[in-house]
């Protein structure tokens, strides 16, 4: 009993006993001795605040840190771990260099065809290209110099660019200001220099599948005519009332509206196929035209006005670089509100671009006569009303045809709006009724359904 008291209160200390021999598992730890605090010595005891400059954690005051040879690439890397690297660098190099030089050649090809097709356009038109305005001086700029002197500075003038890169393969441009003519949109689309496996990949698909088109260099240019809306497109501005005056003594630039076409014979089936307006027409060999290129059009009458000698001397020229020249006052696509089939009158031309810019003087023709194409039809477009019957009878039957659906659609509308108004009033009679009413309205509903479906059955037999 004193012992187990000592042992409680402390009061003396006896030596424990060592583990049995036959404890094997505490064997190891039987002649430990007891853990002791290690000594702290000054030099491991000082304040990382007491470390030299450029030393800041102290840590220069401890041994070197050996300069192992994890550190030392060179000597733990040799040349075969880079082979799979060595493969795939100059590939990717390679790349880098062709998406380069397919850039480049495109943007040179670009500037031949404009420095070709340029000197055109500036002779037709007060505008070409992007930009050419100037910028409107600041509050500063004002209040320092004055209005007049700040208004001078060359630094207002925004560039004329003539050509914009939409991408490595698309370049647009633009024109405005002439008469009977709003403007007219030129693109050009070249072949992916830059991406050779896409462009190749796209040829073989073009060559194998016919539904797929066969990817070609080309340029596409729309004349959009003012038809008579020179006032609303290019308002007068005040004070030039002398201007408004002269408008008004000229001829009018409204056009009737049809669709007339030259296309070339191997893509006729496609253009049909993908442009609403060309499938109003029907398709005509003419005798003045050369062998591989067929008109396209709404009236024996319009053809007569539209192929002009001029016309087909230039077509001549342009060869079978000629794809499509459109005459068109309808969507590309087929229309579904009655906006769509609001008439826009435009004219297209798409050529194939030559590989060397010395083969443009043959295109030149039929694109110079492209940008005078609105002042012969200003002239020679208005045509009899027998002439037209068919192209107005078309459009009316395609404007019935929208109203016609949107009459459905409303009436669809309409019905739905019935049916949810009388489920709604159901839903709420059903909620203010009791158990026993609710189970009679719809045994009552239940039998006149039945009543219904039984009627169907009769008037079928």
Do not use: C
């Amino acid at each position: 009993m004193a012992g187990i008291v000592q042992g409680l209160f402390g009061g003396g200390s006896t030596a424990s006993p060592a583990p049995s021999a036959g404890d094997a598992d505490f064997a190891d730890f039987a002649g430990a001795p007891d853990p002791s605090p290690a000594s702290v010595s000054p030099a491991s005891a000082a304040s990382p605040f007491d470390a030299p400059p450029g030393d800041p954690t102290g840590a220069a005051a401890g041994p070197a840190v050996p300069y192992t040879k994890w550190y030392r690439v060179w000597e733990r890397t040799k040349p075969s771990d880079f082979y799979q690297e060595m493969f795939v660098m100059p590939f990717i190099l390679m790349l880098a260099l062709v998406h380069v030089w397919g850039a480049r050649k495109n943007r040179r090809k670009a500037r031949e065809w404009m420095a070709a097709h340029g000197p055109v356009l500036e002779a037709e038109f007060a505008r070409v290209g992007y930009g050419g305005d100037r910028k409107m001086p600041s509050a500063e700029s004002v209040e320092g110099a004055g209005l007049l002197q700040a208004s001078d500075d060359p630094a207002l003038d925004i560039p004329v660019e003539l050509l914009k890169e939409k991408g490595p393969n698309e370049f647009t441009t633009y024109a405005t200001g002439r008469q009977n003519v709003a403007f007219v949109d030129v693109k050009l689309t070249l072949a992916k220099r830059y991406n050779p496996f896409m462009r190749y990949m796209e040829a073989a698909m073009g060559f194998i599948f016919e539904s797929l088109p066969v990817v070609v260099e080309r340029m596409e240019a729309t004349a959009y005519a003012f038809d008579g809306r020179e006032a609303k497109l290019v308002p007068t501005p005040p004070g030039s009332e002398d201007a408004a005056e002269r408008r008004k003594g000229l001829p009018s630039s409204a056009l009737d509206g049809f669709v007339w076409a030259v296309v070339h014979k191997d893509l006729m089936k496609q253009l049909r196929d993908d442009r609403y307006d060309l499938s109003l027409t029907s398709t005509k060999d003419h005798p003045k035209l050369p062998a591989w290129a067929s008109v396209m059009t709404e009236g024996g009458e319009i053809t007569d006005a539209m192929l002009t000698p001029e016309l087909i001397s230039a077509i001549e020229s342009a060869g079978e670089a000629l794809e499509a020249y459109i005459i068109s006052d309808q969507p590309l696509d087929k229309p579904q509100k009655l906006d769509d089939l609001i008439p826009r009158k435009r004219i297209s031309l798409s050529l194939k671009l030559p590989s060397s810019p010395s083969d443009y003087a043959a295109t030149l023709p039929l694109f110079r006569h492209l940008l005078r194409a609105a002042d012969h039809l200003v002239g020679a477009g208005r045509f009899r009303p027998e002439a037209l019957r068919r192209a107005r009878a078309t459009r009316e039957d395609e404007a019935r045809k929208i109203r016609r659906a949107g009459e459905d659609e409303r009436a669809e509308e309409r019905k739905l709006k019935a049916d949810r108004d009388k489920k709604e009033r159901r839903d709420a009679a059903l909620k203010n009724m009791g158990a026993d009413e609710q189970r009679k309205y719809l045994e009552k509903e239940r039998e006149k359904e039945m009543r219904k479906s039984q009627k169907r059955k009769t008037v079928k037999g």
